[in-house]
């Protein structure tokens, strides 16, 4: 198992960036488990927001923690993926689904791909 940080490029919105580590096998699949990352947003300035990117029994998904209400007492709030169902390579796509995006009054999830721009392998 090789550990490594990947860095993702939101493609409908390139100002937010996702960063996270994970444990890749040999097809270049992320292991299932926890693994810790941020999402940063560089709209004003770079803001960064932690992560956990999970898959469970509920699924996979990203937990950001505390970023709507800027609320330590907020729940991390899941944002389903399909980065698990992929092999890992530079510029590959994985889709994120954001249930908030474009207004709370959309009754749909909508599904955001995010590019894979950079991926440097760690420690065996």
Same mark, same amino acid.
Request: overall charge negative.
């Given at each position: 198992?090789?550990?490594?940080?990947?860095?993702?490029?939101?493609?409908?919105?390139?100002?937010?960036?996702?960063?996270?580590?994970?444990?890749?096998?040999?097809?270049?699949?992320?292991?299932?488990?926890?693994?810790?990352?941020?999402?940063?947003?560089?709209?004003?300035?770079?803001?960064?927001?932690?992560?956990?990117?999970? #898959? @469970?029994? *509920?699924?996979?998904?990203? +937990?950001?923690?505390?970023?709507?209400?800027? %609320?330590?007492?907020?729940? /991390? &709030?899941?944002?389903?993926?399909?980065?698990?169902?992929?092999?890992?390579?530079?510029?590959?796509?994985?889709?994120? #689904? @954001?249930? *908030?995006?474009?207004?709370? +009054?959309?009754?749909?999830?909508?599904?955001? %791909?995010?590019?894979?721009? /950079? &991926?440097?392998?760690?420690?065996?």
């Amino acid at each position: 198992m090789i550990v490594v940080r990947m860095v993702a490029e939101q493609v409908a919105e390139p100002e937010e960036k996702i960063v996270f580590l994970g444990a890749i096998n040999a097809d270049n699949r992320l292991v299932p488990g926890e693994w810790m990352g941020y999402l940063i947003e560089d709209y004003d300035g770079p803001q960064k927001y932690p992560c956990v990117l999970v #898959t @469970d029994s *509920d699924g996979a998904r990203f +937990d950001f923690c505390g970023w709507e209400s800027w %609320s330590d007492a907020d729940p /991390a &709030a899941p944002y389903p993926t399909n980065v698990f169902e992929k092999a890992l390579q530079v510029g590959e796509y994985f889709t994120i #689904t @954001d249930k *908030d995006e474009g207004g709370s +009054d959309l009754p749909d999830h909508i599904p955001q %791909s995010s590019r894979l721009e /950079a &991926a440097s392998h760690g420690y065996r």
